[in-house]
């Protein structure tokens, strides 16, 4: 069955995403930062590997949580769209445990689904299982220093 651009449910990412068919993942103490997530079976470049989830919050909201979370050198926020932020400090998914590099294995992608912006974790090349995922958080150069030891940014 195709859609109306000739792709099959396979190739439409907003379907697997939808439907949560992730890949199996596993968080576990990192070498780079404190915790990491896993890759429990291997991912073929372009695999939607899983959600970032949480709890949808205004920009404004945002800005007050992230004052707080500075001081505490940790964020889990994800700007979603220009109204809303996804903040999965307190709930989310195993996902938002993955690192930040600047040669990431991942992609991060907003995709409409069923009306609803949502975040998708994609692999951005062949991963075997086992390997740590890792995806570019686009810091501001000022911003990386306060969550990511200068020496880790190309953790990979």
Do not use: M
Request: charged letters at 30%; aromatic letters at 10%.
């Amino acid at each position: 069955i195709h859609d109306l651009h000739g792709r099959t449910a396979q190739q439409c990412k907003n379907v697997r995403l939808q439907r949560r068919q992730h890949k199996k993942i596993k968080v576990s103490p990192s070498e780079v930062a404190g915790w990491g997530v896993f890759l429990a079976e291997d991912a073929k470049k372009g695999d939607f590997l899983a959600e970032y989830c949480g709890e949808v919050i205004t920009h404004d909201e945002a800005e007050r949580r992230g004052k707080l979370y500075d001081h505490l050198h940790l964020s889990f926020l994800f700007n979603l769209n220009r109204h809303y932020v996804v903040d999965s400090t307190h709930k989310g998914s195993k996902i938002r445990f993955a690192n930040h590099s600047n040669n990431p294995n991942c992609l991060a992608r907003i995709i409409k689904v069923a009306g609803e912006h949502r975040i998708g974790i994609f692999a951005k090349e062949d991963i075997p299982s086992g390997t740590e995922l890792f995806y570019n958080y686009s810091y501001r150069a000022a911003d990386a220093e306060k969550y990511v030891p200068l020496p880790r940014l190309d953790a990979k």
